[in-house]
């Protein structure tokens, strides 16, 4: 009991930290964190939608399939890393305004931030939604490197993103990516006690 407790605390953590990141640095300069958040940041942009709903509905789709793929336990941690996540942005969003503020500390702080809560939700055996499960099932499919797919996917979208908003924006979310990246790597290897297995099930269920 323990251990699950442990394990849910970091999944609320980290996708707590991710939807801060979001709503207070990255989104104020309309810097997509990844994929799902830069279809999120284009449903709102076309459509006025909040970032918390867009957010939302830009992972619906990819979640039902990923119970095909990857199993309940799974889906499930990943389906309230984005209820948290998407409800963190929707909080924010609405108690402060999207202004920018210092782009580089915004940029330092969004990717500090959303590193860290990417990294507790790998360690509490899901993930943050998004990109991440089509580019596991293409992976799967092709046997190609997963973060690569991902990272393909993902420069599609801030490629679309900047054409669309700002053509900026695709060079402030690379160097974001690297950043928090490196920030993943951190968490991810750092030694301490395991609360879950980190490894995913690559067979489909």
């Known amino acids: 009991m323990r251990k699950l407790l442990l394990t849910y605390a970091c999944l609320f953590t980290g996708a707590f930290l991710q939807g801060v990141s979001m709503s207070l640095f990255l989104f104020p300069n309309s810097i997509p964190s990844g994929g799902a958040a830069g279809i999120a940041l284009l449903i709102n942009h076309w459509f006025g939608l909040s970032l918390g709903f867009s957010l939302w509905l830009a992972n619906v789709a990819f979640l039902l399939f990923a ?62 939604g998004g990109m991440v499960i089509p580019a596991l099932m293409i992976a799967f499919h092709k046997n190609w490197s997963p973060g690569k797919v991902m ?13 669309v908003i700002d053509y900026k924006i695709v060079l402030y979310a690379i160097v974001c990516q690297f950043m928090s990246t490196n920030v993943i790597d ?7 006690h395991r609360i879950t297995s980190m490894a995913l099930s690559w067979r489909r269920k």
């Open 151 to 163: 990272l393909g996917i993902n420069l599609f979208i801030f490629l679309l993103t900047s054409l």
């Open 67 to 128: 119970l095909n793929y990857f199993g309940y336990t799974w889906t499930f941690r990943t389906v309230l890393s984005v209820a948290t996540t998407s409800a963190t942005i929707s909080f924010f969003t609405m108690q402060f305004p999207l202004n920018p503020h210092f782009l580089l500390f915004d940029m330092a702080a969004g990717s500090l931030f959303f590193g860290l809560g990417v990294g507790l939700l790998i360690r509490a055996g899901a993930s943050s």
């Open 186 to 192: 951190f968490i991810y290897h750092i030694k301490f």
